[in-house]
């Protein structure tokens, strides 16, 4: 079949039916959207479980009345341990004042003396380190003399794990419903197209055109749409994404220790060609039974 | 008979590729027989009814007949949008029966089809609608644009290319058609009651627009059921009734010799 004229029947067939188009395009643009911004949120969610797993650290909780060359003796051997980046040692009253602080309960607890904070060590654990690896090093730092207790935050981790588990199922649901939705409007926009162009359907078959060559213009358009689509989608989202960029950065960086991050080229790239894809398919699926002439 | 490629599900045997010429044994076999055809509608509705006929390379040939006489019926058996439930049809000596659905196509490029409702899309320009049927024979722009232009000149629409079919009259949508049927040069012409939505005088300009394409050589089987038009041409006339052929005769000597016609001219000799 000649692109010339495969291309010059699909873009007649765009001038004809402009408005059922830019209705179909737009619709379809709507729901890439949402599963753009779904899967840009899930991106940041595993930016900062990135973050925070690779930079971990854990508290050691001292024995009470251990003896401070017992202390300095301990951080000597807790920061020569492989995976440990730096200890600060932190005493019953350093420990209180800090958290004295931080706390608003005013002036009830500023009675509490400094024998009810355990003296600790904060253990900075290096870059890259998991959190299977930090758990396991808690629990050999634990059975040092002079430990009370060690604090690993496996909790935190749990939670922010389950929560980007969550996210993206989410995610999950709705690439498949806009999934759903792209091959439902593009399926059809085609089928109303087909129905107000079946003489011309017709004629074709009738002067000898090959399932192919009246196949060939709808599925440019159906992928025409979807790509279209996708990439309004994409160019919407990046113009909110970095037009809010500075103040998610400010009201959230301070929290989560990461910057907000656009969608990697890659995954633009995915989510633009799934759209000419899923819009092919649905285009190809719809013309199936109007093709007996 | 089909050949081993064509069985095999495989590219469409060439005979019927647009373009192909007849070897020496294909032109020495008429162009379309129909042998022992039946075609039902409903176990007790026999549209066609072992109807048996030939038609010779180059001839000119009106089928004609009472509505539901089965001349629709034949005609759409041999462009394939039926097919029959026994018997045989040959185009060029080939069963178009037998034909699987990838090579109906390919026998559509080899035949021009006219229809009653001109089957012409309304919003393309005229040249467009005629440009379809070489567009599907993949052919360069330029020879496209020639051979439109050439089509057009022969009915008579020559300088129109730009204008909407929809803004045409009746008679001249009819040409259009026309135009996209022989624009390709097919072995056969197929004409579906051509004259049936057009008054009397645009229905003669139209047949004599199939009579001068069938000067050049082109093979046309025309139906309608007008005897008017008909009797007076020097064609030969196939009646069908009740899907069988009740009678063949030749138009022109029919006309001048039956009765009616006979006290006419009679009359009309006297003064």
Same mark, same amino acid.
């Given at each position: 079949?000649?692109?010339?004229?495969?291309?010059?029947?699909?873009?007649?067939?765009?001038?004809?039916?402009?408005?059922?188009?830019?209705?179909?395009?737009?619709?379809?643009?709507?729901?890439?959207?949402?599963?753009?911004?779904?899967?840009?949120?899930?991106?940041?969610?595993?930016?900062?479980?990135?973050?925070?797993?690779?930079?971990?650290?854990?508290?050691?909780?001292?024995?009470?009345?251990?003896?401070?060359?017992?202390?300095?003796?301990?951080?000597?051997?807790?920061?020569?341990?492989?995976?440990?980046?730096?200890?600060?040692?932190?005493?019953?009253?350093?420990?209180?004042?800090?958290?004295?602080?931080?706390?608003?309960?005013?002036?009830?607890?500023?009675?509490?003396?400094?024998?009810?904070? @355990?003296?600790?060590?904060?253990?900075?654990?290096?870059?890259?380190?998991?959190?299977?690896?930090?758990?396991?090093?808690?629990?050999?730092?634990?059975?040092?003399?002079?430990?009370?207790?060690?604090?690993?935050?496996?909790?935190?981790?749990?939670?922010?794990?389950?929560?980007?588990?969550?996210?993206?199922?989410?995610?999950?649901?709705?690439?498949?419903?806009?999934?759903?939705?792209?091959?439902?409007?593009?399926?059809?926009?085609?089928?109303?197209?087909?129905?107000?162009?079946?003489?011309?359907?017709?004629?074709?078959?009738?002067?000898?055109?090959?399932?192919?060559?009246?196949?060939? @213009?709808?599925?440019?358009?159906?992928?025409?749409?979807?790509?279209?689509?996708?990439?309004?989608?994409?160019?919407?989202?990046?113009?909110?994404?970095?037009?809010?960029?500075?103040?998610?950065?400010?009201?959230?960086?301070?929290?989560?220790?990461?910057?907000?991050?656009?969608?990697?080229?890659?995954?633009?790239?995915?989510?633009?060609?799934?759209?000419?894809?899923?819009?092919?398919?649905?285009?190809?699926?719809?013309?199936?039974?109007?093709?007996?002439? | 008979?089909?050949?081993?490629?064509?069985?095999?599900?495989?590219?469409?045997?060439?005979?019927?590729?647009?373009?192909?010429?007849?070897?020496?044994?294909?032109?020495?076999?008429?162009?379309?027989?129909?042998?022992?055809?039946?075609?039902?509608?409903?176990?007790?509705?026999?549209?066609?009814?072992?109807?048996?006929?030939?038609?010779?390379?180059?001839?000119?040939?009106?089928?004609?007949?009472?509505?539901?006489?089965?001349?629709?019926?034949?005609?759409?058996?041999?462009?394939?949008?039926?097919?029959?439930?026994?018997?045989?049809?040959?185009?060029?000596?080939?069963?178009?029966?037998?034909?699987?659905?990838?090579?109906?196509?390919?026998?559509?490029?080899?035949?021009?089809?006219?229809?009653?409702?001109?089957?012409?899309?309304?919003?393309?320009?005229?040249?467009?609608?005629?440009?379809?049927?070489?567009?599907?024979?993949?052919? @360069?722009?330029?020879?496209?644009?020639?051979?439109?232009?050439?089509?057009?000149?022969?009915?008579?629409?020559?300088?129109?290319?730009?204008?909407?079919?929809?803004?045409?009259?009746?008679?001249?949508?009819?040409?259009?058609?026309?135009?996209?049927?022989?624009?390709?040069? @097919?072995?056969?012409?197929?004409?579906?009651?051509?004259?049936?939505?057009?008054?009397?005088?645009?229905?003669?300009?139209?047949?004599?627009?199939?009579?001068?394409?069938?000067?050049?050589?082109?093979?046309?089987?025309?139906?309608?059921?007008?005897?008017?038009?008909?009797?007076?041409?020097?064609?030969?006339?196939?009646?069908?009734?009740?899907?069988?052929?009740?009678?063949?005769?030749?138009?022109?000597?029919?006309?001048?010799?039956?009765?009616?016609?006979?006290?006419?001219?009679?009359?009309?000799?006297?003064?």
């Amino acid at each position: 079949m000649s692109i010339d004229s495969l291309i010059s029947r699909a873009m007649r067939g765009f001038r004809e039916e402009l408005r059922l188009y830019v209705v179909a395009v737009t619709s379809l643009a709507v729901a890439f959207l949402c599963l753009g911004a779904a899967l840009l949120a899930l991106q940041n969610l595993g930016a900062v479980a990135e973050r925070w797993g690779k930079s971990g650290h854990i508290t050691v909780y001292l024995r009470d009345g251990l003896e401070p060359a017992e202390i300095t003796r301990l951080a000597a051997v807790l920061e020569g341990l492989r995976e440990v980046d730096h200890v600060r040692v932190v005493s019953s009253e350093e420990a209180r004042a800090e958290f004295l602080a931080r706390t608003e309960l005013g002036e009830e607890v500023a009675e509490l003396g400094a024998e009810v904070f @355990p003296a600790s060590i904060e253990v900075g654990i290096v870059s890259g380190v998991t959190v299977e690896a930090i758990e396991k090093l808690a629990a050999r730092i634990g059975a040092l003399e002079g430990v009370s207790d060690v604090e690993s935050y496996r909790g935190w981790f749990e939670q922010l794990a389950s929560l980007l588990s969550a996210g993206k199922v989410g995610a999950t649901v709705i690439a498949v419903l806009v999934g759903f939705c792209v091959f439902a409007v593009v399926g059809n926009t085609v089928r109303l197209s087909i129905a107000r162009r079946r003489r011309e359907i017709e004629v074709m078959k009738l002067c000898g055109a090959t399932h192919g060559f009246v196949r060939g @213009p709808f599925i440019v358009e159906g992928i025409v749409q979807g790509l279209l689509a996708s990439a309004l989608a994409v160019a919407a989202l990046a113009a909110a994404f970095f037009a809010l960029r500075a103040e998610l950065n400010s009201a959230f960086s301070i929290f989560v220790g990461t910057e907000a991050v656009f969608l990697g080229p890659g995954l633009l790239a995915l989510l633009v060609f799934s759209g000419a894809f899923i819009g092919a398919t649905s285009s190809t699926l719809s013309l199936r039974r109007y093709l007996e002439i | 008979m089909v050949s081993n490629r064509e069985s095999r599900g495989g590219r469409p045997f060439a005979f019927f590729r647009a373009g192909a010429r007849v070897g020496a044994e294909g032109a020495e076999r008429p162009i379309l027989a129909f042998e022992d055809v039946y075609k039902f509608f409903g176990k007790d509705q026999p549209a066609l009814r072992g109807l048996n006929l030939t038609i010779e390379r180059g001839e000119f040939v009106f089928l004609t007949g009472p509505s539901g006489a089965g001349k629709g019926t034949l005609l759409k058996l041999v462009y394939r949008e039926l097919t029959v439930d026994s018997g045989r049809i040959l185009f060029c000596g080939r069963d178009i029966a037998r034909l699987t659905d990838r090579s109906i196509p390919f026998l559509r490029r080899n035949l021009g089809i006219v229809f009653q409702d001109f089957k012409v899309v309304p919003h393309w320009t005229v040249f467009e609608n005629v440009a379809i049927a070489l567009e599907i024979l993949e052919l @360069p722009a330029r020879l496209v644009r020639s051979r439109v232009g050439e089509a057009l000149e022969r009915v008579g629409l020559s300088g129109r290319g730009d204008e909407r079919v929809g803004t045409l009259s009746g008679g001249e949508q009819q040409r259009v058609a026309v135009a996209r049927a022989i624009v390709s040069e @097919p072995a056969l012409l197929l004409a579906d009651e051509p004259t049936g939505n057009l008054d009397p005088t645009l229905a003669v300009d139209v047949l004599t627009l199939f009579e001068e394409i069938h000067q050049t050589g082109t093979t046309v089987l025309f139906a309608t059921h007008d005897h008017g038009l008909i009797e007076r041409r020097d064609h030969r006339i196939l009646s069908l009734e009740q899907g069988r052929v009740y009678d063949v005769r030749r138009g022109l000597a029919s006309w001048s010799s039956s009765g009616v016609h006979a006290v006419r001219e009679a009359r009309r000799a006297a003064g």
